[in-house]
């Protein structure tokens, strides 16, 4: 049913193809199934090409087309195809777009995570480092909306996925080229909107589409996605006000349809299933967020049970339903942890993804309340540091992501933050500070964007001795050059980022010259700064 046919697609490959799908190579990249190689595109580009052109070379199916795409690429594949039919619809590397666009190609679908580099990650990191250009993903996307296909055909261009915010609110839509953005989920809305544009109905340049309610329009893929990525669940319901997927209302996904999923992954040769879920550990849930280990471990086991699934991992996942299910741990640990991608010293553990965000008990509260729930929020310091210990007895090793300078954080507030990260200090965790963004979907859209400008020494500490941490737990072979390193950049991080992280790198570079800069003065948001809701920081950063 989902064999390529071979024939047909290089028939049509003479005239175009009447659809055709992609994202910028590094998106395409599938980077060895490891989303932590995945991660160095977010980094500057002359400083992580080298290490990255093998994975940006394209992947290809006999016929020409991708052996692999973003999974939500691959979803709207399926549904182009139940509607066109699967000769019309056509998932390319970018490299190989001149081969099926042509006269008869009606638009070119691009999807898009990070297209120009301000994603949490990116705005973090890119800034700080200070050299090397631009972020690897912002050169491969601009270098994809400047492919000469473009000029050649009259096709439409147009662009969707998480980060179409960042081209809208940038102003480089029409410079770019891009005739429709489309944010939000698009199952139940882009054949209508082809439809329309078909038909010469004038549409806005940009489209927010409404979110999808009957998920029985999620059709199976038909193709591999990158990564051996499968949803398992969407939305999570929680309501963090800085996050969009906490906005909607949960659904599991079937077993069966999960494992039909699997299926086409491993047909196209990937031996790897990466579970898409904003909490593993919700799968099967209740109402009130308590977890249900049946429906779970029976998930777990019919993937883990694939006889051609070698290596399991999963996005996201969060402290409380270990918490609410002791037992929970006991239960599923077994069924995957031999199959677990990550290993350590010879020995296998479960790493995934959890968003602590702050030690502060008053900006959890105050931006997410439903964290904790069914706990109490009050108790949120507390509910890190059991969790925490209760993952490692099982050997989940978890990344903590935290951010810093959430609208109103005041220098109680990263001292909590600084408290708690004292608390984890013998935990197994490799811990990622990132700087506050405001999402278009989230209810702090309208928020300042925070920016290491603003940073002051207490932000540099924790910053800074989050990584001092991570070098010393998991990467001891490079631990004393990345040392020596830091130390013959000292006058130049200095020198870009000021006086304030000073401190930070003495104590990064385990020099006994300072003590841990615990009563810094708070450095208030500028009143321009704040009017302009972000958006000056934004306009600078993309000059």
Not at 255 to 274: Q, T
Not at 443 to 467: D, P, V, Y
Request: proline residues 5%.
């Amino acid at each position: 049913m989902f064999q390529p046919s071979l024939f047909d697609k290089r028939k049509n490959c003479v005239e175009g193809v009447r659809f055709v799908l992609t994202a910028s190579a590094a998106e395409m990249a599938t980077f060895e199934n490891s989303w932590m190689k995945a991660m160095m595109s977010t980094f500057p580009e002359a400083l992580v090409r080298p290490f990255t052109v093998r994975y940006l070379e394209p992947q290809n199916m006999l016929d020409g087309t991708a052996r692999f795409a973003p999974y939500g690429l691959r979803v709207i594949e399926s549904v182009l195809s139940e509607f066109y039919g699967e000769n019309s619809v056509a998932v390319v590397h970018p490299s190989n777009l001149d081969k099926f666009v042509g006269t008869n190609t009606e638009a070119v679908l691009v999807t898009t995570m990070d297209p120009l580099g301000l994603a949490y990650v990116s705005t973090t990191y890119n800034p700080l480092i200070g050299f090397g250009g631009e972020a690897l993903n912002r050169v491969e996307f601009v270098k994809l909306m400047q492919h000469k296909v473009f000029q050649e055909h009259h096709v439409k261009k147009i662009v969707g996925g998480f980060g179409v915010w960042q081209i809208r609110d940038a102003g480089l839509q029409e410079k770019l080229g891009i005739d429709l953005l489309v944010a939000g989920e698009c199952e139940e809305w882009i054949v209508s909107i082809l439809e329309k544009m078909r038909k010469g109905v004038t549409l806005p340049k940009y489209i927010r589409t409404v979110k999808l309610r009957d998920f029985a329009k999620v059709p199976l893929i038909r193709h591999a996605a990158g990564f051996g990525a499968v949803e398992i669940t969407r939305g999570c319901g929680r309501r963090c006000q800085f996050c969009s997927p906490d906005l909607r209302a949960k659904y599991d996904f079937p077993v069966d349809h999960v494992m039909r999923e699997v299926e086409v992954n491993v047909r196209y040769g990937c031996n790897s299933a990466f579970l898409v879920t904003e909490d593993i550990f919700l799968y099967g849930s209740d109402a009130h967020f308590n977890p249900n280990p049946y429906q779970l471990k029976r998930l777990l086991g019919a993937v883990a049970g694939h006889e051609a699934i070698r290596r399991i991992a999963f996005s996201h996942a969060s402290l409380v339903p270990v918490l609410l299910s002791p037992n929970l741990l006991d239960e599923i640990t077994p069924v995957v942890i031999d199959k677990s991608y990550y290993k350590r010293r010879g020995r296998r553990f479960i790493g995934v993804d959890v968003g602590i965000e702050s030690g502060s008990v008053r900006l959890m509260r105050r931006y997410m309340n439903g964290k904790a729930y069914p706990l109490s929020i009050e108790n949120w310091p507390e509910i890190v540091v059991q969790g925490t210990a209760l993952f490692n007895d099982h050997l989940w090793y978890p990344m903590y992501t935290f951010i810093l300078g959430l609208p109103g954080e005041t220098e109680e507030d990263v001292l909590a933050t600084l408290e708690l990260f004292d608390r984890l200090k013998d935990s197994m965790v490799f811990y990622v500070p990132l700087l506050f963004v405001p999402l278009e979907e989230a209810i702090l859209r309208n928020s300042s964007r925070a920016t290491l400008e603003r940073m002051n020494e207490l932000h540099w500490e924790f910053l800074l001795g989050c990584w001092d941490r991570n070098l010393s737990t998991w990467a001891e072979d490079i631990n004393p050059i990345v040392r020596l390193a830091s130390f013959f950049s000292f006058p130049y991080m200095r020198f870009i980022h000021g006086e304030k992280c000073s401190n930070g790198f003495i104590r990064f570079m385990k020099l006994p010259l300072v003590n841990p800069v615990r009563g810094a003065s708070w450095k208030r948001c500028e009143t321009d700064y704040c009017a302009q809701k972000g958006r000056t920081a934004l306009e600078r950063y993309l000059q």
